[in-house]
């Protein structure tokens, strides 16, 4: 089975940077692409940023464009999350995910694999 592990999360100030990790391991699975979803409390998982094997091909929220940036490595199947000048409304848990399917790259259910989430603070 697919196992997904993030890590990086903590407490940092407004404007500050962050930056998180993820690794797929698994040895059935071949992944088209991974990604990075944030849930709050109360509020609906919502994309945050995915990258595409082929190309390679990184997306983004428009609410983070220009201030985060998505790498990878497809042959590690890992991925890293590099967040700059963070905002209060950045705050949430991170999810990484990854696919073996086609579909829309901030479309949750394009994902099958999640991982545990890693809590992100941003203070004010």
């Known amino acids: 089975q697919v196992q997904l592990v993030e890590s990086g999360g903590g407490l940092v100030q407004a404007g500050g940077s962050l930056g998180l990790s993820c690794a797929a391991s698994?040895?059935?699975?071949?992944?088209?692409?991974m990604g990075w979803f944030r849930q709050a409390p109360g509020k609906e998982r919502e994309f945050v940023a995915a990258i595409s094997w082929s190309g390679p091909i990184t997306y983004y929220a428009a609410s983070v464009k220009g201030r985060f940036t998505i790498s990878g490595d497809n042959a590690k199947n890992t991925i890293s999350l590099q967040m700059n000048s963070l905002k209060p409304e950045d705050t949430g848990v991170y999810y990484c995910?990854?696919?073996?399917?086609?579909?829309?790259?901030?479309?949750?259910?394009?994902?099958?694999?999640w991982g545990q989430g890693t809590q992100v603070t941003v203070s004010s």
């Open positions: 698994g040895r059935t699975f071949t992944g088209r692409a």
């Open positions: 995910a990854a696919s073996r399917s086609g579909g829309l790259y901030s479309g949750r259910d394009t994902y099958q694999y």
